[in-house]
């Protein structure tokens, strides 16, 4: 049972290009979530979706965007990469939205240069 | 505004007794949740409350005062696995969690 697999693990990118960050659950949860964790400050969510079909913005949308096209899979995409958008990105997913009872991924390291 | 406040990092012996305590100031609130987080690895869930008091399970419990914004996790019969970051995150009123920067314990023989 894989739970939530994220890929990749790490990645080093040139300010200005685009990267997409995958994230696939087998757990046949309804939501899921993109958060960024950076060293002294909380997790922040990005981009969340509570259904298949459906997303929200987050505490920190900007420069990011998402699709839910199916229930297991929710990348996420950076237009234009930032060095400001170095950080590592968890992707969870919950049962059903509105519980705080969340499954990680692994994470995924991006460092923009 | 949003805010939790918890300790930055703890030390403590192995065998014994840690509280790591969370006050929070929050827009609503619908439960406090601890996560757990090992250096370079995922957050996981420890533990939920929801009413004021103590949830036992196994070596953790968890306290909440709503009145108060006040929520400790106690870890008893301390392991070196569990040499970790513990997480403090309240749910606001539109259900989003918002997270504390993390308390690194750190355990020592």
């Known amino acids: 049972i894989a739970g939530i697999t994220q890929a990749p693990t790490s990645q080093i990118l040139a300010a200005g290009r685009r990267m997409t960050l995958r994230c696939t659950q087998d757990?046949?949860?309804?939501?899921m979530y993109w958060y960024r964790q950076d060293l002294g400050l909380g997790l922040r969510l990005i981009h969340y979706?509570?259904?298949?079909?459906?997303?929200g913005k987050g505490e920190v949308p900007d420069g990011y965007s998402v699709s839910r096209a199916n229930t297991d899979d929710f990348p996420l995409t950076l237009a234009s990469a930032v060095p400001s958008q170095t950080s590592v990105y968890f992707c969870?997913?919950?049962?059903?939205?509105?519980?705080?009872?969340?499954?990680f991924g692994e994470g995924s390291r991006l460092t923009v240069l | 505004g949003q805010n939790i406040d918890q300790p930055t990092e703890m030390t403590a012996t192995e065998g014994a007794i840690v509280q790591i305590n969370c006050t929070y100031q929050?827009?609503?609130?619908?439960?406090l949740f601890w996560y757990q987080q090992h250096a370079g690895e995922a957050p996981t869930f420890l533990s939920y409350?929801?009413l004021d008091g103590l949830e036992e399970k196994g070596r953790f419990s968890s306290f909440l005062s709503r009145s108060k914004g006040y929520s400790y996790l106690l870890l008893k019969e301390l392991q070196m696995k569990d040499s970790a970051s513990y997480l403090c995150?309240?749910?606001?009123?539109?259900?989003?969690?918002?997270w504390g920067a993390g308390t690194k314990l750190i355990i020592k023989p």
């Open positions: 969870a997913s919950s049962l059903v939205p509105d519980t705080g009872e969340l499954f």
């Open positions: 409350n929801v």
């Open positions: 995150a309240p749910m606001d009123s539109n259900y989003q969690l918002i």
């Open positions: 929050t827009s609503g609130f619908n439960g």
């Open positions: 757990m046949r949860h309804n939501a």
């Open positions: 979706s509570n259904t298949a079909g459906t997303t």
